[in-house]
């Protein structure tokens, strides 16, 4: 089942569950292999990226801070989600599927 879609950067799929950040205080709440979903990536999500496997933004395009910041590190990186910070909840486990630009629920396999 696709939840979401944007834009992928990223030529790999991954899962795992989901790490809402609204407010950079959130992002004390990341654990090493969330799916960070947020309005907008920024300069304060660098600290947490080693613990990052993919971010989904609503906000933002190729030049954004999330995708230059997920090719930096080679995070899987979806773009231009819109309410993803209100289609995901905390724990969630979801797939994403960078090639296509899809979010899927649960573990899925994709190709």
Do not use: Q, W
């Amino acid at each position: 089942e696709i939840l979401a879609y944007g834009m992928g950067i990223g030529n790999r799929p991954v899962s795992g569950p989901v790490r809402v950040i609204i407010h950079d205080e959130d992002l004390k709440k990341i654990k090493p292999g969330d799916i960070v979903v947020t309005n907008a990536a920024n300069a304060s999500f660098s600290s947490y990226l080693d613990r990052i496997k993919a971010i989904i933004a609503e906000a933002g395009g190729l030049t954004s801070d999330a995708a230059i910041m997920g090719l930096n590190v080679g995070i899987p990186v979806i773009v231009g989600c819109n309410d993803a910070t209100s289609i995901f909840k905390d724990d969630m486990l979801v797939t994403v599927d960078t090639p296509l630009g899809r979010i899927y629920n649960g573990l899925t396999k994709v190709l």
